[in-house]
Structures are given as C-alpha cells and as structure tokens.
C-alpha cells in the first residue's frame, strides 16, 4: 500500500464549478502538507503549503487538513479552463526537507 | 538562470546504454533534488544534495543509478546500462534552504528502447 493515495481521475467539471480533490495518507509522522499543480510536460509548481490540521485559502484555492482522520483536501472555487491540470497532493516528516512524498495525482478537466 | 534547467528535455536510448541527465539550478540555491515520474504515478524521490554532499541516497532504485553534484552548482544523474523500466521523467527541484520552497525543473524525458 502506498503512503499517500490519491484519484488518479480524470475528473471533468463545467467551468465554474467547485472542484474538490483529496489524498489519504498513512504515515503519522507527516506534519507538512502541499498541493502541486502541474501542466503537461512541465514540472510541478506549488500551489498550497499547510503545516499541520486546519484550513489554508488563499484566492480561489483552500487547503484543508484533517490529521485525526488522514485526510486531506484542496478544494478550487468557481474553476476556470486554465485550472485544467493534474494536481499532486504531497507530503513531508518535519526534519526531511523537501524529500517529499507525493500522491499519484488527480487529472482534472475543466470545460468551458 | 531564471528557473530550473534540465537537458536533455527528451532522451531515448537503446536498453542497455549509460546515460546522463543534467541539472541547473537557480543560482543561489544549496540544495538540490532528483525525483522520477513514471506514467501515471506520483513523483518518487530519489536523491538530494546539500551543496555538494548527499545525506540521503535512500531512494536510487538500484546501483546502476548515480548522481554527483560539484560546485555546489550543477548536477548529473546517471544511469548505467538501462533497463525498459527506467523510462519515465526525471525531475529535477532546487531551494534556497532545505525547509524552503523547491522550484521544479521541466524534467527530462527518458524512453528506453
């Protein structure tokens, strides 16, 4: 079983739409938690970066952490073409750095 | 340079060849880090450098990888005698400190045929 899982997707929403995306993890020791968005043959850029439990908004994106149930989400209102990437939920022990543990990431679709 | 450069972008490569990935960071930047993405999986770290040393080579999947980092700068991963399951793209990421934001190359595209 993988450390972090993640909905490979696709997911296909109508313009506009709030989107959520989730990852699970199991490893109790991650503290710091971020959301990557990357576009077809580019490399991940960071979106969102939360350290422990609670919510994180900035703009159209929230972050959410819920540790006591492993579980975390970035939800992205009013969604436009331009959102229309794959988003890599990723993860990290205090002390590690940027050795990152990443989900699979979620592909998502946005139509106009 | 601006942001993270990788050459090659693309690379395709007969079973069996060595091959050398190469990493330039943005300026400034004391570490650096190697990940690989397969098709349809998540980014796997492989290895990271603190100037020119590596505390952690934990995550090369066998010997026939290796990286070495000089002058504190640029970067080379290589990869002896390659196999089909080598075929994915190696990402490369750099920050200004270990606990800071890294900023993501292009990657490099590697087919083995």
């Known amino acids: 079983q993988k450390e972090v899982e993640q909905d490979p997707g696709p997911l296909s929403v109508p313009e506009g739409a709030i989107v959520s995306l989730n990852c699970t993890y199991s490893n109790s020791a991650f503290q710091y938690f971020m959301w990557y968005r990357q576009y077809s043959r580019k490399g991940p850029e960071l979106l969102m970066y939360?350290?422990?439990?609670g919510n994180k908004e900035d703009g159209r994106f929230t972050a959410q952490v819920d540790k006591s149930s492993k579980y975390i989400s970035l939800f992205i209102r009013d969604s436009q073409p331009s959102d229309s990437a794959t988003y890599l939920c990723a993860m990290k022990r205090p002390g590690a750095g940027n050795m990152l543990t990443f989900g699979g990431g979620t592909r998502l679709m946005v139509k106009p | 340079g601006a942001g993270v450069s990788q050459s090659p972008s693309n690379k395709v490569t007969e079973k069996g060849k060595d091959v050398e990935l190469r990493c330039d960071p943005i300026?400034?930047?004391?570490?650096l880090y190697w990940y690989r993405q397969s098709l349809g999986q998540g980014l796997e770290f492989l290895i990271y450098f603190q100037g020119n040393s590596a505390p952690d080579k934990s995550g090369l999947p066998s010997d026939r990888f290796s990286a070495e980092r000089t002058g504190g700068s640029v970067s080379t991963l290589t990869i002896q005698r390659t196999q089909q399951e080598d075929s994915a793209v190696y990402l490369c990421?750099?920050?200004?400190?270990?606990?800071?934001?890294?900023?993501f190359g292009q990657g490099t595209r590697l087919t083995v045929v």
């Open positions: 990421a750099s920050s200004l400190g270990t606990e800071l934001e890294a900023f």
């Open positions: 939360t350290y422990s439990s």
């Open positions: 300026s400034g930047h004391t570490a």
